[in-house]
DNA sequence: AAGACTCGGATACTTCTT
DNA sequence: AAGAAGTATCCGAGTCTT
């Protein structure tokens, strides 16, 4: 749901400038919420995650760093608000540059996920500084089997004596790839393998790993979907906490110089950025629209606890979704059109591991079509207005002299109006999803009719200033979606449920849940905009007794905090939210630089914090 | 080839509130 | 008077569908 670019970014110390609002607060200042993200502004404080384009051959200066130029402070302060020590940000950019936001965050987590699970290994274990730099090939992480060229590859020699007391630290681990090596494996599978099990693992189990990664990628390059990779492919892992690794091994660079809108050249060509959108858009199955029952069998380290939901645009710059998927466990979106659910379009992806048998919707039913939902309007409907459903309801609503504009068009020609007049106010009306309310009158949608749309109660995000209202809906869940793939909960948690929601905006999760009678024990939810945890809260004091707790900014939520959490609930059953789509957007015409954009951190944080979430509860 | 659609942002201005 | 909030207008392109 809700946040803003704002949250986006780390940088609370940045904050000073714009001062007003803070930036826990959204952006706007009452009211952002979900996730959007209205957030560019901060860009400015936004240190770090700045990809450069040009891909250029990386070198190592004599200074120690990559093409020769230190970080700039901001950066390593944006990667140190994010939570990881300082000292590990500066060794990772010594190690793979800081020109490539994508391959840092990779061995950032890579290393604190490692350091976290193994203390023994200490920070440095990491030998994460194996981790090929970037390679072209990208994204498939598991795709280069052959190829070893990172071997002897990488001089990274430098003269920076500490990094090298750092690979000598690895030994234990180079030993082991030099044993892989030896039975043939190349060293990215072998550094792969280790990310995932763990430096301490038998070799046996490593072997075991590498060939469960193959038989991934060979499901992978044949277009199956993630169901079908058996879960017998994953038994060899280790132990649960080591879910996190997966996916940071997963997205091995996919990196390309371009500039955000990313059109990658795909050496390969075809494949992974590519990630086709269905159609009709009714994810694995909808209410009427059954197809073929699909059973999907998720990689064991994708299954819960914890079930985790997550939602985000399904129209995102190309390759954004097929990243997504890497981050979370390989696990294919379900992309589905609220068109096929209410009366306005929706097109959303959503990634999650729940089961998709015996799903049941909301009752009573939602209105389906603009008339089913408005049938008042009807009588000022022209004929030759033939829409039935509206498209998605955005944050932004047409202003008072666009209906002004459309009344004085009609009113000065005939009945029918000439195809001229028509196609303009078709045009409007289907840009603005605008309603006719009277002779010639065609308005915008009233905030407590999005909300009825939308699923949420009659006066949801009443009390607040329209700009506010919109803003907030527009950022939202379509409820009677999120609770048809939810529906499967209630069965499984009959004594209710602990949930971690994220970007929660005006909780279009949890009214979900309420509508589906699921109780919730507790929610702890994370959400920027005051305006939104306003209304959650009014919204849950009407109506639950479980506990909720209400966090502002998601920068602030670390894995202590999170541990501390996991514990007095005894862990969480669902960490469900969708990250801001700012960036992502296409009706974003300034930034729409997806997941490589300076704003797109909110996305790595609902990782981090999924990742962290797991870790606990392996741990409990 | 043309049309349709997209959880938006920056800015200037006006109006409301403190 | 100053700040907050609301209003209006400007701003295209990527991707998919027809």
């Given at each position: 749901?809700?946040?803003n670019?704002?949250?986006?970014?780390?940088?609370r110390?940045v904050?000073?400038k714009?001062?007003?609002?803070?930036?826990?607060?959204?952006?706007d200042?009452?009211?952002?919420f979900e996730?959007?993200?209205?957030?560019?502004?901060e860009?400015?404080s936004a240190?770090?995650?700045?990809?450069?384009?040009?891909?250029?051959?990386?070198t190592?200066?004599?200074?120690?760093w990559?093409?020769?130029e230190?970080?700039?402070t901001?950066l390593?302060?944006?990667y140190?608000?994010?939570?990881?020590?300082?000292?590990?940000v500066?060794?990772?950019?010594?190690?793979?540059g800081?020109?490539?936001?994508d391959a840092?965050?990779?061995l950032l987590?890579?290393?604190?996920?490692?350091?976290?699970?193994?203390?023994?290994l200490?920070?440095?274990s990491?030998?994460?500084c194996?981790?090929?730099i970037?390679?072209?090939?990208?994204?498939l992480d598991?795709e280069?089997w052959?190829?070893?060229d990172d071997?002897?590859g990488?001089e990274?020699?430098?003269?920076?004596?500490?990094?090298?007391?750092f690979?000598r630290?690895?030994?234990?681990?180079d030993?082991?790839?030099?044993s892989?090596?030896d039975?043939?494996?190349?060293?990215?599978e072998?550094?792969?393998?280790i990310t995932?099990?763990?430096v301490?693992a038998?070799?046996?189990?490593?072997?075991?790993?590498i060939?469960a990664?193959?038989v991934?990628?060979?499901c992978?390059?044949r277009n199956l979907?993630?169901?079908?990779?058996?879960?017998?492919c994953?038994d060899?892992?280790?132990g649960?906490?080591?879910?996190?690794?997966?996916?940071?091994?997963?997205k091995?660079r996919k990196?390309y110089?371009?500039g955000?809108?990313?059109?990658r050249?795909?050496?390969?060509?075809?494949?992974?950025?590519?990630?086709?959108?269905?159609?009709?858009?009714v994810?694995?199955?909808?209410p009427?629209?059954?197809?073929?029952?699909?059973t999907?069998?998720?990689?064991?380290?994708?299954?819960?606890?914890?079930?985790?939901?997550y939602?985000?645009v399904?129209?995102a710059?190309?390759?954004?979704?097929a990243?997504?998927t890497?981050?979370?466990f390989d696990?294919q979106?379900e992309f589905?059109?609220?068109l096929h659910?209410c009366?306005?379009?929706?097109?959303?992806g959503?990634i999650?591991?729940l089961?998709?048998?015996?799903r049941s919707?909301?009752?009573p039913l939602?209105?389906?079509?603009i008339?089913?939902?408005?049938p008042?309007?009807?009588?000022w409907?022209?004929?030759w207005?033939?829409r039935?459903?509206?498209?998605?309801?955005q944050?932004c609503?047409?202003?008072a002299?666009?209906t002004?504009?459309i009344?004085q068009?009609?009113?000065?020609s005939?009945n029918?109006p000439?195809?001229?007049v028509?196609?303009?106010v078709?045009?409007?009306?289907?840009?603005?999803?605008?309603?006719?309310?009277?002779k010639?009158k065609?308005?915008?949608?009233e905030?407590?009719?999005m909300?009825y749309?939308?699923?949420?109660?009659?006066?949801h995000?009443?009390g607040?200033g329209?700009?506010?209202?919109?803003?907030?809906l527009?950022?939202s869940?379509?409820?009677d979606?999120v609770?048809?793939h939810?529906?499967?909960?209630?069965?499984m948690?009959?004594?209710?449920?602990?949930?971690?929601?994220?970007?929660t905006?005006?909780?279009?999760?949890e009214v979900?849940l309420?509508?589906?009678g699921?109780?919730?024990?507790?929610?702890?939810?994370i959400?920027i905009c005051k305006a939104?945890r306003?209304?959650?809260?009014?919204?849950?004091?009407?109506?639950q007794?479980?506990?909720l707790?209400?966090?502002?900014?998601?920068?602030?939520?670390?894995?202590?905090?999170?541990?501390?959490?996991?514990h007095?609930?005894g862990?969480?059953d669902?960490?469900?939210?969708g990250?801001p789509?700012?960036n992502?957007?296409?009706?974003n015409r300034h930034?729409?630089?997806?997941?490589e954009?300076?704003?797109?951190?909110?996305?790595?944080?609902y990782?981090?914090?999924?990742?962290s979430?797991?870790?606990?509860?392996a741990?409990m």
């Amino acid at each position: 749901m809700p946040q803003n670019l704002e949250r986006a970014i780390p940088l609370r110390s940045v904050r000073t400038k714009n001062s007003s609002k803070d930036w826990t607060s959204d952006s706007d200042g009452s009211d952002k919420f979900e996730w959007d993200s209205d957030g560019e502004a901060e860009a400015s404080s936004a240190p770090a995650m700045r990809n450069f384009d040009a891909p250029g051959p990386s070198t190592l200066s004599s200074n120690g760093w990559i093409n020769g130029e230190p970080p700039p402070t901001s950066l390593i302060e944006g990667y140190v608000a994010m939570g990881f020590p300082k000292e590990m940000v500066v060794r990772s950019s010594k190690e793979i540059g800081h020109g490539d936001a994508d391959a840092l965050l990779e061995l950032l987590l890579t290393y604190k996920a490692l350091g976290d699970d193994d203390d023994a290994l200490g920070n440095h274990s990491t030998s994460g500084c194996n981790l090929p730099i970037v390679e072209d090939d990208d994204d498939l992480d598991f795709e280069n089997w052959d190829g070893d060229d990172d071997t002897g590859g990488r001089e990274s020699s430098s003269d920076d004596s500490g990094y090298e007391e750092f690979l000598r630290e690895m030994s234990d681990k180079d030993e082991k790839i030099n044993s892989l090596r030896d039975m043939g494996f190349s060293e990215d599978e072998a550094n792969m393998a280790i990310t995932i099990c763990g430096v301490d693992a038998d070799l046996s189990v490593l072997v075991d790993s590498i060939s469960a990664s193959q038989v991934t990628e060979v499901c992978h390059s044949r277009n199956l979907s993630d169901h079908q990779v058996t879960a017998r492919c994953f038994d060899s892992f280790g132990g649960k906490k080591r879910a996190r690794l997966i996916e940071e091994s997963k997205k091995k660079r996919k990196r390309y110089g371009g500039g955000a809108q990313g059109k990658r050249p795909s050496s390969d060509g075809s494949d992974e950025e590519s990630m086709p959108l269905p159609n009709p858009m009714v994810g694995f199955n909808l209410p009427g629209y059954r197809g073929p029952s699909m059973t999907r069998v998720l990689p064991e380290l994708a299954t819960g606890p914890p079930y985790f939901y997550y939602e985000n645009v399904a129209r995102a710059p190309k390759g954004v979704w097929a990243k997504i998927t890497r981050f979370l466990f390989d696990i294919q979106p379900e992309f589905v059109d609220s068109l096929h659910l209410c009366a306005a379009a929706r097109k959303r992806g959503y990634i999650h591991n729940l089961p998709t048998e015996n799903r049941s919707p909301l009752l009573p039913l939602p209105p389906k079509t603009i008339f089913e939902a408005f049938p008042h309007d009807k009588k000022w409907w022209p004929s030759w207005d033939q829409r039935t459903h509206f498209n998605c309801l955005q944050t932004c609503t047409a202003s008072a002299p666009v209906t002004e504009r459309i009344q004085q068009k009609l009113s000065s020609s005939g009945n029918p109006p000439p195809q001229s007049v028509q196609k303009y106010v078709r045009h409007q009306c289907s840009k603005w999803n605008l309603v006719w309310v009277g002779k010639d009158k065609a308005a915008p949608l009233e905030p407590h009719e999005m909300e009825y749309l939308l699923g949420f109660p009659k006066d949801h995000t009443r009390g607040f200033g329209k700009t506010q209202r919109y803003k907030s809906l527009g950022n939202s869940f379509q409820v009677d979606t999120v609770a048809y793939h939810l529906s499967v909960l209630r069965d499984m948690f009959p004594n209710g449920i602990t949930v971690l929601s994220l970007f929660t905006g005006i909780g279009g999760g949890e009214v979900a849940l309420h509508k589906l009678g699921i109780h919730m024990r507790a929610v702890v939810s994370i959400e920027i905009c005051k305006a939104n945890r306003k209304i959650l809260r009014s919204w849950w004091d009407q109506t639950q007794t479980g506990t909720l707790i209400e966090i502002d900014d998601v920068k602030s939520l670390k894995d202590d905090e999170i541990a501390s959490y996991v514990h007095r609930f005894g862990g969480f059953d669902l960490v469900i939210g969708g990250s801001p789509c700012n960036n992502l957007a296409g009706s974003n015409r300034h930034h729409r630089d997806g997941l490589e954009g300076e704003h797109s951190s909110l996305f790595y944080d609902y990782f981090r914090i999924l990742n962290s979430v797991k870790s606990a509860m392996a741990n409990m």
